[in-house]
């Protein structure tokens, strides 16, 4: 079955450490985004990406990177500079063009201690 | 910033109708309402869109006012199951951007 696939579903690092939290898809989805969720808010959007080699920043990108070598992959990496990485994080992919709904990943829950 | 403004917290009885509404005042000609929910540590799920027409699918129905400023997500028969936070999202078009700007959500509980 065809479908968006994040891991691992929780994560552990200690503080000032970078970590790189994996999204794929086998949707052939052009467009792929991830966003980050606290508890009891909504999800705001990190960085985005519509085509190969190309992404965009979203609304909290300081302190994450992200890469799109291949259509089915956008890695994210928290990077020791994201001062409250804790938190929940999902991604979320959708063909390109026209008014397509997002497909979600399950989401990795990253705590930094 | 969310576009979209929904009440924080919402009940239904089991069986009856779930009427969730949304403000949406600043809409755009060629923006596209999207709901979607999402059952607590999971990843958020589509429920419908539309633009400007009432839309019906099997999971729900949208009703946008004639003015397209505001609209509501109809559940017919709530079941536990729908017990969710629900997001009320307006989305430009893919070719500027087509990013889903998310806001609070409204936590619909089903009561038996």
Same mark, same amino acid.
């Given at each position: +079955?065809?479908?968006?696939?994040?891991? %691992?579903?929780?994560?552990?690092?200690?503080?000032?450490?970078?970590?790189?939290?994996?999204?794929?898809?086998?949707?052939?989805?052009?467009?792929?985004?991830?966003?980050?969720? +606290? %508890?009891?808010?909504?999800?705001?959007?990190?960085?985005?990406?519509?085509?190969?080699? +190309?992404?965009?920043?979203? +609304?909290?990108?300081?302190?994450?990177?992200?890469?799109?070598?291949?259509?089915?992959?956008?890695?994210?990496?928290?990077?020791?500079?994201?001062?409250? %990485?804790?938190?929940?994080?999902?991604?979320?992919?959708? %063909?390109?063009?026209?008014?397509?709904?997002?497909?979600?990943?399950?989401?990795?829950?990253?705590?930094?201690? | 910033?969310?576009?979209?403004?929904?009440?924080?917290?919402?009940?239904?009885?089991?069986?009856?109708?779930?009427?969730?509404?949304?403000?949406?005042?600043?809409?755009?000609?060629?923006?596209?309402?999207?709901?979607?929910?999402?059952?607590?540590?999971?990843?958020?799920?589509?429920?419908?869109?539309?633009?400007?027409?009432?839309?019906?699918?099997?999971?729900?129905?949208?009703?946008?006012?004639?003015?397209?400023?505001?609209?509501?997500?109809?559940?017919?028969?709530?079941?536990?199951?729908?017990?969710?936070?629900?997001?009320?999202?307006?989305?430009?078009?893919?070719?500027?951007?087509?990013?889903?700007?998310?806001?609070?959500?409204?936590?619909?509980?089903?009561?038996?």
């Amino acid at each position: +079955d065809g479908g968006i696939t994040q891991s %691992p579903k929780y994560l552990f690092r200690k503080e000032g450490q970078n970590v790189t939290l994996s999204c794929e898809q086998n949707l052939n989805h052009d467009a792929m985004y991830w966003y980050r969720q +606290d %508890p009891g808010q909504g999800l705001r959007l990190i960085y985005y990406s519509q085509i190969v080699n +190309d992404f965009q920043k979203g +609304d909290i990108a300081e302190g994450y990177s992200v890469s799109r070598e291949k259509k089915e992959s956008f890695p994210l990496t928290v990077t020791s500079a994201q001062k409250n %990485p804790t938190a929940f994080y999902l991604c979320a992919s959708s %063909p390109a063009g026209g008014n397509y709904g997002y497909t979600f990943g399950s989401g990795t829950r990253l705590t930094v201690v | 910033d969310a576009k979209t403004t929904q009440p924080p917290s919402m009940d239904c009885a089991e069986g009856r109708a779930a009427n969730l509404p949304c403000n949406h005042s600043t809409i755009s000609g060629n923006e596209y309402v999207y709901w979607y929910r999402q059952i607590h540590s999971q990843g958020p799920q589509y429920i419908i869109h539309g633009l400007k027409n009432n839309e019906t699918n099997e999971m729900a129905s949208l009703i946008i006012t004639e003015d397209r400023k505001s609209s509501t997500l109809i559940l017919p028969h709530a079941t536990l199951r729908d017990t969710a936070v629900y997001y009320c999202i307006v989305r430009a078009p893919y070719n500027q951007g087509g990013k889903l700007i998310f806001g609070q959500g409204t936590e619909l509980s089903v009561k038996p």
